[in-house]
């Protein structure tokens, strides 16, 4: 099908102005306070123009607010009549978009030639008079914009601006006092503007002007000692984050003019919680929640920086993902891991204290960087059965380290195991299983292994040819009561001589029982075959009765049947319970069952 010949006229958008202005000063910002920041910007990017054509001269900006209006006045390029025309009265047109368009974003903040309107968040008609520094015989002009989208221009005498440059005045309407009282405009101006490198001056009238940001970039400042920079910096990470980090990274990356710190924090944070970073952009502050230059990992680091060439978004709040985005979190990543790397090779008291806090950031890290896991995984805590240790320390005293795949099959195993001199790590949290099993590949002479129950009961001594051949028809019962539990029962003697019992069971082997069950129970049916194919050697649990238990002693020993195999049910019970791992409804059944018989047995013997 082919679609009609277009045949009508081209027409142009119509634009309702009340709407766009609407739409751009109240709904693309987060918060009113911007519209300082937006002049400051405009201000900031007038002096770079100004700077361009006079490079010697001194040029500022000063602040005004008396509770009545706010002034921002600046020495910057100024505007002729034509320009207030075309830059100032029309909407989306930038005198700093060009075609050049890379060049420009290099020299200017603003680019969107919207930036102004956030003005009519606080008031309802803004006042600009300019002079321009371009063409200096032309005279000065004043234009008034309206929230509705009309304005006035009027030219003025020479004497009403002798020098070149721009006034912003707006009388704010009274449900914006809170964002125009003079403490809070000259708090915004420094929040804002504290890195700026053009003097910023305030006042509001009853003294003298204040600067605004009376020091430069302390990266910029030269210290006498590099230990006296370190301090310096750490001084400023914790003035504008407010904690004392643990250490302070210095970031530089020149190609793109970056400069600024890492803090790395002194407390651990949820991994799933991101930081945002502060970012500024030519000195202004864009945000303060830039999670986006630094990769998700980095939650361990607040960074502050100032970068010449990343693009703000149009509400100047976020960072535009571009490829020079990426290339900054790149490299301030590869900057992260040269600290950790040096701190590994050069300082291990600050990497202990580094990883006693951050282990879990490492870890996450480590499972899919190999580099930080060659440099780290060695210095990692983990719990193990000589208590926390790092897996060098570990693997001094256990040639071979075993791990378990969850927490309960550790404290299941942990006193046991270490008493038959095996080391086991637990390796039931996230990740940790996973690394220990990478621990060869940094420390080829240390074996690992998956501690399984073949391994363990390898391990506890066997009893005696009499004591078995005693207890082999109690043993006997015992597996043909457990037999529904898919439960072998074996005689050993092992350590603590206080545990009764070792249920000894992974979670694939009660996952294959569980199937191949299921098999059985569709014998026939489309998922019994299914299910009957999948069918492996079904790995059973164990039973470990233990040889040096008084009560196990005395248990072997009864003759009669119904008792045997009650007490056989209950220490099934009992290492089931101290597994800590969720019972079957069958389990909890046979627990109280074997309770209540055992209640039964013990009043029928006292009556
Ligand atoms: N203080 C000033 N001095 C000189 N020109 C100014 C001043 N303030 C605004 N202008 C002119 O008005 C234009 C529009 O300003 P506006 O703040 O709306 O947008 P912008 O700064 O160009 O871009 P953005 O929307 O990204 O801020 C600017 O491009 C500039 O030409």
Redesign the pocket.
Known sequence: MTLPENTGTDRTFQVDLRGLVDLLSHHLYSSPRVYLR??M???V??LT?RHALEPQGQFGIRLYADGALVR?E?D????TEA?VHT??AT?G?????AEKIAEQRAD??????????SCFLVADEIH?V?RSARTPDAPAVEWRGRGDGSYTVRTLPASARPQP??T?TLTPRADAAEWTRPERVHALARHFGSLLRHPVTFTDGTGGPEPVNPEPAPWSLTHPTPGARHRALAAYGEEVFGFKPLDTIELDLPAVGLRGIACILPEAVPSGRRHGHRVHVKGMLLSEQAPEILPDWAFFVRCVVDAESLR?T?S?EALYEDDTLAAVRDALADRLRDWIARAAASDPDLLGRFLQVHHLAVKSLAVHDDEILRMLLPWLPFETTDGHATLDEFARTHRTVLVTSSVEEFRQVAAIASAAGLGVVNGGYTYDRELVHRLPEVRPEVAVADLDPATLTAHLDPVDRETELAAAAYLARARDALAVFDCDVALRAFQPASAPALLVDSREARHERTRSQLAREQEGGLWGGILGHLRQEVPRAQLILNQLNPLVRTAVAIEEPELARTSAEALYGQAALLSRRPLRPSESSLINRSFLDLLAHALRKDS
């Open positions: 937006e002049l910007q405009n201000a990017d007038a123009a921002v600046d910057g390029v100024g505007l320009d830059f100032l909407i047109r930038s005198s700093k978009r200017f903040i603003g680019q969107f030639g919207i930036g102004l309107l600009v300019s440059g721009t912003v703000p149009a100047r």
